[in-house]
């Protein structure tokens, strides 16, 4: 569990999941919190409504992929508040034999394109997304190109629009 | 007539026993202004299902950027909403600069403002332009291109060089200060070409029923689904929420000056419409008060890690010259650490997510565009419209394909 932060947002969500937080930090003015992959959507919902974080927009949603570290991806999720004017950045590990995370478009019903993006670049599985296909590239597309074992140059044939 | 439109909104099935027509409209469309698609399921004209489809100008901007040192990344940026290259210039280094802890000088902030509202206001102008062109107004388009190529051709290439790529901004400061001369011209452009040009346009639309009347009610939002579906920017504040990051987590210098940010209430084409116009009256409120204001002083911060030392010195000096051979094979040095930087950008927040590891170029860059969630939300936005009206949502939603396929 956590410690104690400086920041509130932190702060509330420590108080409330205590053990599914794993570790937050607040660099370079951006409070961030790492928890764990099993509660997210709990966590998510949590923010949005409690009345003191209400993180009614979420502006962001990427993979990063740590080639090497163990686990090796990362959700980033990126929240904002309009009532109360703050961010707040979420991350969950993900380990590489099984890069599945449940989606959260049942909290914010605009990350359900961010979530294909992110399976679509780095092969991370959202379970129960509606619609998990490929978004900016084509179906028939091998591999995930945003991971760091894929090459920069590689090339692939481009394929006609499935029937 | 309005009772059976009724009917078929509600239901969105087909009311009559007959197949629906399957329209394919894109990716080459005059009306996509970019390569989009979209496959709209019809019952005679109203849509009942629409799917946006694109990635056709996918150029793998984020796989480039972590093979690239953070100066090398500038020219990218400007090919993601090419409209306004200027604003993606002012968030990547503004970004860069928050993972560095640098604080620009003065003069810097302001010109940075300056550029940001004439690209904001340029953006504005092909986006109502061409969604009126769209709608078979084809005066207004002139009437608002005209001023769009003086502001590129007597502000933005005697400043930067370029027309459409500009690439104008540096981590810690600007590539030049701004030529002898430009203020004057700046002015004398917004009073004399830009504000003429709205007033045109304005009176030219406002008030035209026709344009009402075809604006009115197509492709409306609520606020509480604009905010639920990540919708910034005009096509927010026309659904009523006065979402602005110019105020509402301030950056440059945005907080010293007096705006207003306009708001709409219906979240349909006309409100997009509306807001935009104002937008750019403020926006020329914004350039004449930082004008008048415009301290004097270096546009670079005196830092050697950041800036490139002085061309006489590299000639003149080894340091120098190793410094400069450093600076441009290696990159500069940048903390380890992730930051996520945002700025309202014209068509709503445009935020970068750096994760540096300490190298000389960046481990991972995602840009949040402010069209990704505003595309996402078409069909929300037309489903049980009319065919006609997917053309007017399009326009008026100002998708830029550059910053949503990356």
Same mark, same amino acid.
Request: hydrophobic fraction near 40%.
């Given at each position: ?9 932190? =702060? ?12 937050? &930090?607040? +660099? ?28 009614? %927009? ?24 309009? @009532?109360? #004017? ?31 993006? !992110? ?23 091998? $591999? ?5 074992? /894929? ?13 | %007539? ?8 509600? $239901? ?18 005059? @009306?996509?202004? @970019? ?125 930067? *060089? ?9 981590? +810690? ?28 346009? =304005? ?13 009115? $009610? ?21 659904? $009523? ?9 301030? /950056? ?11 708001? +709409? ?58 410094? &400069? ?14 930051? /996520?930087?945002?700025?309202? !950008? !014209? ?5 970068? /997510? ?11 860059? #995602? ?16 489903? *049980? ?22």
């Amino acid at each position: 569990m956590a410690g104690q932060t400086d920041s509130m947002v932190l =702060n509330r969500l420590i108080e409330k999941f205590g053990d599914a937080v794993i570790s937050t &930090h607040s +660099g370079f003015g951006d409070e961030t919190a790492l928890v764990r992959r099993e509660r997210i959507v709990e966590i998510c919902a949590f923010l949005r409504d409690d009345p003191d974080l209400l993180f009614d %927009m979420a502006m962001d949603l990427t993979g990063v992929d740590y080639l090497g570290e163990t686990p090796r991806f990362e959700v980033v999720y990126h929240l904002y508040s309009l @009532a109360k #004017k703050h961010r707040v950045r979420i991350k969950v590990r993900l380990h590489e034999e099984d890069p599945t995370i449940d989606s959260v478009i049942p909290v914010w019903v605009g990350m359900d394109w961010f979530e294909r993006e !992110a399976y679509d670049m780095y092969g991370i599985v959202f379970r129960n997304h509606p619609n998990l296909k490929r978004i900016l590239l084509y179906e028939g597309f091998v $591999g995930h190109p945003l991971r760091k074992d /894929y090459p920069k140059a590689k090339r692939q044939p481009t394929v006609g629009p499935e029937e | %007539m309005t009772e059976l439109a009724g009917t078929r909104k509600s $239901g969105g099935k087909l009311d009559m026993q007959s197949e629906p027509v399957i329209l394919n409209i894109g990716p080459s469309h005059p @009306a996509t202004h @970019a390569t989009l698609r979209f496959v709209a399921e019809l019952d005679g004209e109203t849509i009942l299902t629409l799917t946006p489809e694109f990635g056709y100008l996918h150029r793998c901007f984020e796989k480039e950027s972590e093979n690239a040192t953070w100066t090398q990344v500038i020219p990218y940026t400007d090919r993601l909403n090419y409209v306004s290259a200027l604003m993606n210039n002012v968030g990547y280094v503004m970004a860069v600069e928050k993972l560095c802890g640098i604080e620009v000088t003065e003069r810097c902030k302001y010109i940075r403002v300056l550029i940001c509202e004439l690209s904001r206001i340029i953006d504005h102008m092909v986006c109502i332009g061409t969604n009126m062109v769209d709608l078979g107004a084809l005066t207004n388009f002139w009437y608002f291109w005209k001023p769009r190529e003086e502001v590129y051709m007597h502000l933005i290439e005697p400043l930067t *060089g370029t027309r459409l790529t500009n690439q104008y901004t540096r981590i +810690g400061g600007l590539q030049w200060d701004l030529p002898e001369g430009w203020v004057e011209k700046c002015r004398d452009i917004c009073r004399n070409v830009v504000l003429p040009a709205i007033a045109d346009v =304005n009176a030219l639309l406002t008030k035209n029923r026709i344009f009402i009347e075809r604006t009115m $009610g197509a492709g409306p939002i609520t606020a509480r689904e604009a905010i639920a579906r990540g919708f910034t920017g005009p096509c927010l504040r026309a659904a $009523g929420v006065p979402f602005d990051l110019r105020k509402d987590q301030t /950056y440059l210098v945005y907080d010293r000056f007096d705006f207003d940010v306009p708001i +709409g209430g219906n979240g349909d084409t006309c409100d997009r419409y509306m807001v935009r116009m104002e937008e750019m009256r403020q926006s020329v409120r914004i350039i004449e008060q930082a004008l008048d204001r415009l301290p004097g002083g270096p546009v670079n911060i005196d830092d050697t890690r950041y800036i490139l030392p002085d061309k006489q010195l590299v000639y003149t000096n080894i340091e120098a010259l190793m410094q &400069h051979f450093k600076f441009i094979m290696e990159g500069i040095k940048v903390p380890a650490g992730e930051v /996520y930087s945002a700025t309202e !950008a !014209a068509n709503g927040e445009l935020g970068y /997510y750096i994760v540096s590891k300490g190298g000389g170029g960046p481990y991972k860059i #995602k840009v949040r565009p402010p069209c990704f969630p505003l595309f996402q939300g078409m069909p929300h936005l037309c489903e *049980g419209q009319m065919i006609a009206d997917l053309v007017a949502v399009l326009g008026s939603v100002n998708i830029i394909a550059g910053e949503l396929d990356r």
